[in-house]
């Protein structure tokens, strides 16, 4: 098992990266938050992994902490929901939003994730709400709220240029080539940020 990779960013694609290691370049399924809060290419970067392994496919899933592995560990065991819609739910939700909504038996939270309907995330808050801790949800991640406020922002910004036809990955080139994008409000970095991409 490759419990983690640590390399060079060499390539970055709408769901994907290759992280480069002793000459090996590793293709590795990134979540839309993941991809959000990338380095720049030829950056060292560290990606916790799980390789799939079906009879006609190998695939590596990459995130960005153990905690986020161990949740994609969870939810790819419950029936119907495989690597794919695992990694559409990390994407939609953080691992702390998943737990709320688990926990609150939150069908509707749940279901805002592409592919996911009611009946898959009624099954999933039963397979899952005895496996998620309510201390642990109530545990925030030691992060300045100002940075939350900045990440909000860019995910915002990303999703609207993508509900306009534009792709993860030119939504956030566009919002990495504004100047000062890291300190600007939801608004102005889209009106930026539609400058850069049109």
């Known amino acids: 098992m490759i419990s983690y990779i640590k390399g060079i960013l060499e390539d970055v694609t709408d769901d994907s990266v290759v992280l480069e290691n002793n000459g090996i370049g590793y293709e590795i399924k990134i979540t839309g938050r993941m ?5 720049k290419r030829g950056s060292e970067m560290k990606i916790y992994t799980y390789l799939y392994v079906r009879e006609d496919a ?76 309510l201390e642990d949800a109530l545990r925030w991640e030691e992060e300045p709220l100002e940075e939350n406020a900045q990440e909000e922002s860019k995910t915002e910004v990303t999703l609207a240029l993508v509900s306009l036809g534009y792709s993860n990955a030119d939504a956030l080139r566009a919002i990495q080539s504004v100047e000062g994008h890291e300190t600007m409000d939801t608004e102005t970095l889209l009106k930026k940020a539609l400058k850069k991409i049109m």
């Open 58 to 133: 190998l695939a590596l899933f990459g995130f960005a902490t153990r905690e986020e592995l161990q949740t994609f560990q969870l939810l790819i065991a419950i029936s119907g929901i495989g690597p794919k819609a695992g990694l559409a739910i990390l994407s939609t939700l953080s691992v702390q939003e998943l737990r709320f909504a688990v926990l609150s038996q939150d069908v509707k939270t749940i279901s805002k994730t592409p592919g996911i309907g009611k009946k898959s995330a009624e099954r999933l808050i039963i397979e899952l709400k005895d496996k998620m801790k």
């Open 35 to 39: 991809l959000l809060s990338l380095p």
